[in-house]
């Protein structure tokens, strides 16, 4: 992802993993506090769920709406969308500590439209902000409604078990705009450090900190110090609480401290351009897959209609994807067949329990072709739909060449400048051979790995990249 940083958090050996910490904060949070156990599959009180859309992403990737009612949510809102009363039940408002949604809050309490409301922000709220709130609510009439305000440190989206990002796109965009006011940049860092912060609070654990000296990533690592620092200051017991490791199981072995290493995106520019042969980055890149949900082309039965986007969604539940995402596009191509194969196998099997004496042995067959059905209906739709995904993906291949520009740019470090240029120039002159983003592309990556480069050189590929329309 085209963040501005990159930040890796080393840690020996976790029990739970940070998908299993934030969603248990999450699932805290449902049950009306930080108390209970968060592993009820269902809950004593129904209530609603109000979010703004990043708290929405935020839970969006580890409950599902399944999920949430189990947990008692019977309605699940956007804070900015017209909402209808509903005085019987409590209210669970999972917001960013914004002005808007302070004002959206009290806005809330003073048209009644919750029994009572528990407010938890995915990050700490600002003093002023949680003093606007408290004053206003007073003037509303409505303070006796609130039941609680919490500060959850969870403002960050968990991708898998082992990645996570801080879901600010345009960051790396906006902390190099040169239109940027200083106010704005320092605003931008704190929501960064906001997110980090939420990691380390999550984990409960004290990192080591280490970055390079200058530019944005210095500037995040001293001012998230400077925010713990605070915290354990400020908060006593309740800080060490947060970072008590061994509170929520997330043992360091040997008691020593994590490593937290925070790098600006420039150390690797070369990474964010590339084309790429493995299967989910491919599916990052080519079919714009956004916290694990994408839109693919699908074909209909109707080979003169044009092919229909449909919606996926994938995650660390699916078998195929937790065993392919990282193997070259090659092996899941082949990895695809293999798993049809073996689903009609089994389905054949099933269809064949019982054997010449069925009579006999229909009840057991039954049952266990019962007990299977669930896992054989989503393995069926786990691979109709890594079916589709390998389709769109090898229609995109050969539509744009892809398979050349990834060959290209594999071997530009190995080679030399004049053979790169040469085979570089020859996708650009054919005009079929990738978009013109695909060809900027290479440009740039074969100017940030040959750096001897001449204006001349440059310059010809410039013209050829022209002559294509760019």
Sequence with gaps: QADVWNASLWVPRMAQSILELQKN??????NLGDGGDQNLSTASTWKVLVYDKFCQEVVSLLLKVGGLRNHGVTLHLNINSERLPVA??????????TEQNIQKIVEDLSKNLYESCYVNF????????????????FQTGGAQKVAGVFDRYISFVSLSPT???????????????TQLEERVMRQYIERIVDGLLSIVATMRVLPVIRCPPGEAAQMIAERLEERIRELLNRSGGVAAELF?????????????????I???????????????????????????????????????????????ARSYDVDDQDSFWTAH?????????????????????????????????????????????????????????SIDMHTNIAHALVAEVKARELDRYYELEDQLPSQSLGTSISQLEQL??????????????????????????????????????????G
Excluded: C
Excluded at 244 to 260: C, H, K, N, Q, W
Excluded at 336 to 363: H, S, W, Y
């Design 25 to 30: 904060a999450v699932l805290r949070m449902l």
């Design 88 to 97: 019987d039940v409590p209210a669970v408002y999972f917001v960013e500590p």
């Design 122 to 137: 995915a990050s700490a709220i600002p003093r002023p902000l949680l003093e606007d709130l408290a004053n206003n609510a």
């Design 163 to 177: 990645l996570f990002s801080l879901n600010l796109p345009a960051a790396y965009m906006t902390l190099h705009s």
């Design 244 to 260: 008590a490791a061994a509170r929520t199981g997330a043992e360091v072995p040997g008691g020593s401290r994590p490593l937290l």
């Design 262 to 308: 925070i790098l600006d995106r420039d150390i690797d520019l070369v990474t964010m351009l590339s084309h790429t042969w493995t299967y989910q980055a491919m599916v990052h890149d080519v079919l714009g897959m956004r916290l694990n949900k994408m839109q693919v082309p699908v074909e209909s039965d109707d080979a003169s209609a044009p092919p229909k």
């Design 325 to 381: 995402a990282g193997d070259q596009f090659p092996e899941v191509l082949n990895a695809v067949p293999k798993a049809i194969e073996e689903f009609e196998k089994k389905r054949a099997e099933m269809a064949n329990t019982g054997g010449e004496d069925g009579a006999q042995a229909l009840a057991p067959g039954l049952a266990a072709a019962i007990n299977a059905l669930p896992e054989m209906t989503e393995k069926k739709r």
């Design 428 to 469: 650009l002159n054919a005009s079929q051979k990738g978009t013109l983003a695909d060809k900027l592309r290479a440009i740039m990556i074969l100017v940030l790995t040959k750096p001897s480069v001449s204006q001349q050189q440059l310059q010809g590929l410039v013209d050829a990249y022209e002559n294509t329309g």
